[in-house]
């Protein structure tokens, strides 16, 4: 199914099943990553990361984040190949970093988001 309309008729109203893709037809490799890639964003923007720097930092919401990413991609790497898994264990191990950095009293090491899973992450 495409993602665009195929009508383009300037009278014609376009709805929401007109934008969007059948789950369906989505492979198990993309919706994973997809979904990684969601969490990684947000655990930045927890670790205050993003634009909004301190503002939105809350380290508590980022080490559920984290830890959710880091069961995600331990649990999903065998499925989706060392290929796809690589990019996101990196991202992972840099958010697990930051994460330790931007604690004012860090973690001791294995002890910190997501290591249950992952296993120590030393720099």
């Known amino acids: 199914?495409?993602?665009?309309?195929?009508?383009?008729?300037?009278?014609?109203?376009?709805?929401?099943?007109?934008?969007?893709?059948?789950?369906?037809?989505?492979?198990?490799?993309?919706?994973?990553?997809?979904?990684?890639?969601?969490?990684?964003?947000?655990?930045?923007?927890?670790c205050g990361l993003a634009e909004g720097g301190e503002a939105d930092k809350d380290l508590d919401e980022a080490r559920k984040l984290i830890t959710a990413l880091a069961g995600l991609v331990t649990a999903g790497a065998p499925e989706i190949s060392n290929f796809h898994a690589a990019p996101l264990r990196d991202g992972l191990k840099s958010l697990q970093l930051a994460f330790r950095e931007a604690s004012l009293v860090p973690d001791a090491v294995g002890a910190g988001p997501g290591e249950k899973f992952t296993g120590p992450v030393y720099s």
């Open 1 to 46: 199914m495409s993602t665009q309309p195929t009508d383009h008729n300037d009278d014609a109203e376009l709805g929401f099943d007109d934008f969007t893709r059948d789950i369906a037809e989505v492979p198990a490799v993309e919706v994973i990553t997809t979904v990684a890639v969601h969490l990684m964003s947000a655990a930045a923007v927890k």
